[in-house]
Every structure is written in C-alpha cells, then in structure tokens.
C-alpha cells in the first residue's frame, strides 16, 4: 500500500470512530470504504474543496455551506446520465462523518439497527424502501471489495485495541465489577459522588 493510501485509511479511520462516539448510527469500517470510493482515496475536488468524503449532496433542509459540481448517476435500465449537484460542505473529516451519521439515522435506520455487522449495515443502506443510498448498481459489491482488499475489518480491529489502551476509563464499584468507558478525543472526565459515597456519576466534557 503507498503511501496516500496509508495517510488515507490512518486519518479516515480516526475521524470516522471519533464521529461513531457521538454520532452511534453507522458502521466505521462502512463509512470508510464508502469513502475510499467516492472521493478517490481523498483525491477528488468535492473532498479536498469540501471534507466531502461520501458525495452527500445538500438537500433544502441543508443550511451550511455547499459547493456545485458535476456527478454521474446511473438510470435504472444501466445507462449513465451527468448531472450538476449541490453538495454539502464540511470543516473537516470528523464532522463529515459526524452529518454522514446522522443521515443514516434518519434515512436509513434498518442500516443502523444493523451497524454491529458491516455487510449487513452495507447492505441496509441500499435495500431501503425508500431513498437507496447510491444508484450504481454495483455500489455493494465495490464497497465490499475495498473492505476485503485493504482488510479494513482487521484494521479497525487493531485500531480499536490500541485505542481503548490509550483513552478508557475504567469505574469500579463497591462490587468490585468494572465498567469501561472509552472517551472521544478533545473531551475530559469529571467524577460526582452522591454524599453518601454509594454512587459515581462519571460525566465526560470537551476540553
């Protein structure tokens, strides 16, 4: 693997997990892969102009930024039409993934009931009743494909490991049994006791 590829998969990674923290509704290793193939491993003009790593178009309901640039989209009988679309704008990887999170929420949630499994949240996103997530459709397999040929499943496996030993919290109560919680990055943790020291509340804030 080169290196944009590595750089690609190491910052995608990061932002996407931390956007899973606060934004609970997708698979990571999903939302990379799809990124992988829509932005062209970060080289297109939407993503370097746009941190719009999975072609999310600006609908009316969007109020932020947007920028116009052409697509393809493919009809129904397999042909391929260009059209000029309005696309979302964002600052940076994380809030991408962030909005990406909440798209699926609201659009697509038989996919977030399923983010535990990444072929079954994949397949969700197109099996909507309603809005499918692409029109290519070959979208899936080329998705799945990026996962097995960057082995993103393994990946984000050693991510998540290396991750919960640097950023866990660990609360252990009069039981002795221990409760884990893993902090997103840039958020710290305050401790409440009630005042007759049987409970801790653990709240996390950012800075």
């Known amino acids: 693997m080169n290196e944009l590829k590595e750089n690609f998969l190491n910052k995608s990674i990061e932002a996407a997990h931390q956007a899973s923290l606060l934004v609970p509704t997708f698979n990571v290793v999903i939302a990379v892969a799809q990124s992988v193939l829509e932005s062209g491993w970060g080289t297109s003009l939407l993503s370097t102009e746009a941190n719009n790593l999975k072609g999310v178009k600006a609908g009316?309901?969007?109020a932020g930024e947007t920028l116009d640039l052409p697509t393809k989209?493919?009809?129904?009988?397999?042909?391929?039409?260009?059209?000029?679309?309005?696309?979302?704008?964002?600052?940076?990887?994380?809030?991408?993934?962030?909005?990406?999170?909440k798209l699926v929420e609201r659009v697509y949630p038989d996919a977030a009931a399923k983010r535990g499994n990444s072929l079954q949240f994949l397949n969700g996103l197109l099996d909507n009743v309603g809005y499918k997530y692409a029109t290519d459709l070959s979208y899936v397999d080329k998705v799945w494909n990026i996962v097995v040929q960057n082995n993103l499943l393994e990946r984000y496996a050693k991510y998540l490991d290396a991750k919960v030993k640097r950023n866990v919290f660990v609360?252990?109560?009069?039981?002795?049994?221990?409760?884990?919680?893993?902090?997103?990055?840039?958020?710290?943790?305050?401790?409440?006791?009630?005042?007759?020291?049987?409970?801790?509340y653990v709240h996390i804030r950012k800075g």
């Open 60 to 62: 009316s309901s969007w």
């Open 73 to 101: 989209e493919q009809n129904r009988d397999g042909s391929w039409r260009t059209e000029v679309a309005r696309w979302r704008k964002y600052p940076n990887w994380q809030a991408a993934f962030e909005d990406y999170g």
């Open 171 to 200: 609360v252990i109560d009069s039981s002795g049994k221990e409760t884990a919680f893993e902090i997103p990055e840039g958020y710290s943790v305050v401790q409440r006791f009630t005042p007759d020291g049987d409970k801790t």
